[in-house]
Every structure is written in structure tokens, then in C-alpha cells.
T-cell receptor
Framework: KNQVEQSPQSLIILEGKNCTLQ??????????LRWYKQDTGRGPVSLTI?????NTKSNGRYTATLDADTKQSSLHITASQLSDSASYIC????????????FGKGTKLSVKP | IAGITQAPTSQILAAGRRMTLRCTQD?????MYWYRQDLGLGLRLIHY???????GKGEVPDGYSVSRANTDDFPLTLASAVPSQTSVYFC???????????????FGPGTRLTVL
């Protein structure tokens, strides 16, 4: 079964600290992996998209890694800010005709002052 | 540029009523999507459209229908709403849709629907 599992479910950190969110997937055939940020009450916003051949991609203070062999990805947030408080969703795209996206349940991050 | 707009923002609906959620994008994207997001679950695809005039079923299509008469609009209709359709509905669009597409999906602000 195609699944995307994220950990931890929730996380609280202090402003200025770094954190790493994890994503494991059992999606096949794999096309690409995406990380989204979703603020409360809003739609998800794309942070990064990585294909099979890419093992790291950055977007400002966000750095995503991908290990296609172990089917794991991580999202590292550097020098966290209060505005980073949100849910972070890992999404894996299937390499099939309809190109469906499989969404994880997300990690809810709270950054405290 | 507005991106993607959805209407209404929220709605309370009696079971058995018909409801259409509206979605409009101004990015001239070919592909559009409808998702529902429920507590404790990831977003799930309801229906999608690769291009104007075509639609396809996603993971949870039952009880919903869509149409794509033009590039910009992609309405979602609940013919006879049931309480299990209480959810937050997101419309999204991307330039292209396909198995190797890396196009970014842009999401609307969502419609919070409650069916009583």
C-alpha cells in the first residue's frame, strides 16, 4: 500500500533553534517528493520538490534531503522563527499515468519565544 | 494576481441539500484538483482535471462531481450532502499534470463545510 509516514506528529521548539522533521514512504513507483508548509486556516504552500536524482534542496532556511534507497526524507529548519509555526506536510508523487500525490498527515511545529 | 480563489469561505448545510463549491484560478494552469482535509488524515484527492473539458476520479470521488467547462473554473458539486462530507475542501492547480510532473501545485484558501 502506498503510504507516507511523518514523525514526530508534533514538535515544540524555542525560537532560534534548529529542528528536523522526518518522512518515510512506501510509495512505488516513485516520481518525486515534496514538502509543503500549511499555516492554520490556510492552504498548503510548496517549499521544495525533489526528484529521484536529487538528494538535497534548499529554500531559504528550509533544507530538504532525500534518500531514495531507504525511502526517507527530512526537512531541516535552521534558526527557527515564530512564523515557522505551522504544519509541514510530506507528499510523494506516483510515477503513473495519473500522477497522483500521496500526502502524509503532517508534523505540527510550534515555535515558542 | 489573485492565484486561486474559493467560495464560499465556509458553509453550514443541511443533509440532503445540494451544494456547489467554486474554484477559480487566474494562472492559466492546465491542471486543477479538489482535495478534502480531515483531522488526523492527510489531504485526499477527490477529482482532478488535466485540461479543460476533461476530468478524472481521485481517491475519494463518491458523492462528488466536477466539471471543467473552461481553463479557469473547476466547481465541485455535492448532489445530496451527508454528514461524512463535513471537511475542509481545497482547490489546487498546476501548470501540467502527469506522472513525471514536478510542477508546483498552488492551493486555494479552502472552504470549511459542515453538513448537519
Amino acid at each position: 500500500k502506498n503510504q507516507v509516514e511523518q514523525s514526530p506528529q508534533s514538535l515544540i521548539i524555542l525560537e532560534g533553534k534548529n529542528c528536523t522533521l522526518q518522512c518515510n514512504y512506501t510509495v512505488s513507483p516513485f516520481s518525486n517528493l515534496r514538502w509543503y508548509k500549511q499555516d492554520t486556516g490556510r492552504g498548503p504552500v510548496s517549499l521544495t520538490i525533489m526528484t529521484f536524482s536529487e538528494n538535497t534542496k534548499s529554500n531559504g532556511r528550509y533544507t530538504a534531503t532525500l534518500d531514495a534507497d531507504t525511502k526517507q526524507s527530512s526537512l531541516h529548519i535552521t534558526a527557527s522563527q515564530l512564523s515557522d509555526s505551522a504544519s509541514y506536510i510530506c507528499v510523494v508523487s506516483l510515477a503513473r499515468s495519473q500522477g497522483n500525490l500521496i500526502f502524509g498527515k503532517g508534523t505540527k511545529l510550534s515555535v515558542k519565544p | 494576481i489573485a492565484g486561486i480563489t474559493q467560495a464560499p469561505t465556509s458553509q453550514i448545510l443541511a443533509a440532503g441539500r445540494r451544494m456547489t463549491l467554486r474554484c477559480t484560478q487566474d494562472m492559466r494552469h492546465n491542471a486543477m484538483y479538489w482535495y478534502r482535509q480531515d483531522l488526523g488524515l492527510g489531504l485526499r484527492l477527490i477529482h482532478y482535471s488535466n485540461t479543460a473539458g476533461t476530468t478524472g476520479k481521485g481517491e475519494v470521488p463518491d458523492g462528488y462531481s466536477v466539471s471543467r467547462a473552461n481553463t479557469d473554473d473547476f466547481p465541485l458539486t455535492l448532489a445530496s450532502a451527508v454528514p461524512s462530507q463535513t471537511s475542509v475542501y481545497f482547490c489546487a492547480s498546476s501548470a501540467q499534470h502527469g506522472q513525471f510532473s514536478t510542477d508546483t501545485q498552488y492551493f486555494g484558501p479552502g472552504t470549511r463545510l459542515t453538513v448537519l
